[in-house]
């Protein structure tokens, strides 16, 4: 790859200094100059307003995959440190590296990324990329796009993880297309082929109807979108020793395209977590009406469960698109899972068939939904789910 100013069409104008995040462009004699502390971010060639800046990216044929080496998990900063997800990329991620006999990094953005890298050395990286600078306190498209970029392009690693979050799946793809690789989003399974070394990423796809195993062949980084809560956590280790490597940056605020003005959270939103729930009472089309899911909410208070919900009944409009468990909702993993009137389709299956507890109470013997549940009561949800609610109701209040 290859990136330099057309001295010819320069104007001297000084945007893409502005946008440089790694303050590798200079002026000489009026005009921009590419220094070399580029990495090759190609932050600057979408801000040159006379196309400048030309970035020649190598043919197919030329990447040589020896040159890359490492697995990276790209961290995800909640707002009480290191989101789950990123625990759980880390232990994938170590599983990854021994087979390849490589090494395992970290890569944290933020305001306070020193402080954060480490605390992160305990969840069992080699390495810990910090970077710090106030224009990362909130992820933001655009700046995470240029330093990861150049991060990725400066140490050439040969797998980098994401998680398969909003974050995610939003940054991935932006950077898959800046760097000129491949992306599997979504992945349920990563593994090494161990004769070609590849990553070998598998996920549901044609709506859950096959499960395909796709590997990147040609390009490097090889890179994956990950689903929260498929993937074992590292458990913490608190003796654990990484090296911590501090990547400064600069940014100028007026040439970021995106200022965050203010964030309005959903407060209904926020009370729903399913991904951490330990019970979950899930209603679905056998719901017959919105109003209908007041008898899923009585049961769910009744054990301190969160209330799910299949597809149909939150594209319906019936409950809010948060209740959603599913391929396309929540992956759940809770010790009690409660499915009301729910069919059993595969796409419903892939969010919840990691429950330790499944109960289905369906009017139809046949449901798929009983193959996979532990207790199957075949009958009418409007009799049995209130009935079930007074006697959680009697058990636990005689407690
Ligand atoms: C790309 C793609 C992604 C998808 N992602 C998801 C996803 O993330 N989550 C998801 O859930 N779906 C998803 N779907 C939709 C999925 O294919 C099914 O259509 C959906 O799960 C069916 O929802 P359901 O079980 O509520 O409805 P139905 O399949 O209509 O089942 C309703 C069930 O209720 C039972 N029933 C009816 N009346 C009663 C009663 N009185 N008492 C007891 N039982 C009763 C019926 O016997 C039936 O089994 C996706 C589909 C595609 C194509």
Redesign the pocket.
Same mark, same amino acid.
């Given at each position: 790859m290859n990136i330099y100013i057309d001295a010819e069409i320069c104007t001297g104008c000084q945007l893409c200094v502005k946008a440089c995040p790694y303050s590798a462009i200079e002026m000489a004699d009026g005009l921009a100059t590419i220094t070399e502390a580029c990495t090759l971010c190609g932050g600057c060639v979408s801000v040159c307003p006379v196309d400048a800046i030309i970035w020649e990216a190598p043919a197919v044929e030329e990447v040589d995959t020896s040159d890359y080496q490492g697995v990276w998990v790209i961290g995800e900063v909640g707002e009480d440190g290191l989101a789950g997800v990123t625990w759980e990329l880390l232990g994938k991620g170590r599983e990854l590296a021994e087979d390849l006999d490589t090494e395992l990094s970290l890569v944290v953005l933020g305001d306070k990324a020193g402080e954060l890298a480490q605390k992160a050395v305990q969840s069992g990286p080699d390495r810990v990329f910090a970077v710090e600078d106030a224009a990362l306190a909130r992820y933001r498209t655009g700046t995470y796009t240029d330093v990861i970029s150049g991060l990725i392009n400066k140490h050439k690693p040969e797998i980098v993880l994401f998680g398969a979050t909003e974050q995610g799946r939003d940054l991935a793809p932006r950077i898959a297309t800046r760097i000129e690789t491949g992306l599997t989003a979504d992945c349920t399974g990563l593994e090494i082929d161990p004769e070609e070394r590849l990553l070998v990423q598998t996920r549901p796809a044609f *709506? *859950?109807n096959i499960i395909a195993r796709i590997i990147t062949r040609n390009h490097r980084p090889q890179m994956a979108t990950v689903r929260p809560r498929v993937m074992q956590r590292l458990q913490s280790q608190p003796e654990h020793a990484a090296e911590i490597i501090e990547v400064p940056v600069s940014f100028d605020e007026d040439s970021i395209m995106t200022r965050i003005i203010d964030i309005a959270r959903d407060e209904a939103a926020g009370q729903v977590n399913l991904q951490d729930a330990e019970i979950i009472v899930s209603g679905?089309? @056998?719901m017959?009406k919105p109003e209908n899911f007041a008898i899923i909410r009585e049961l769910a208070d009744a054990l301190g469960a969160v209330v799910g919900a #299949?597809?149909?009944?939150v594209d319906d409009g019936w409950i809010a698109p948060y209740h +959603?468990?599913? +391929?396309? @909702?929540s992956t759940v993993q809770p010790r009690l899972y409660i499915a009301?009137? $729910? #069919?059993?389709?595969v +796409?419903?299956l892939a *969010?919840m068939s990691g429950a330790d507890c499944i109960v289905a $109470?369906?009017?139809?013997p046949a449901?798929p $939904?009983f193959e996979v549940a532990h207790y199957g009561i075949v *009958?009418?949800?409007?009799e049995v789910v209130p009935a079930l609610t007074e006697i959680v109701r009697e058990e636990l209040g005689s407690r």
């Open positions: *709506g *859950g679905g089309r @056998g017959k #299949s597809r149909p009944t +959603q468990v599913g +391929q396309t @909702g009301c009137g $729910i #069919s059993g389709a +796409q419903h *969010g $109470i369906n009017t139809d449901a $939904i *009958g009418d949800l409007f």
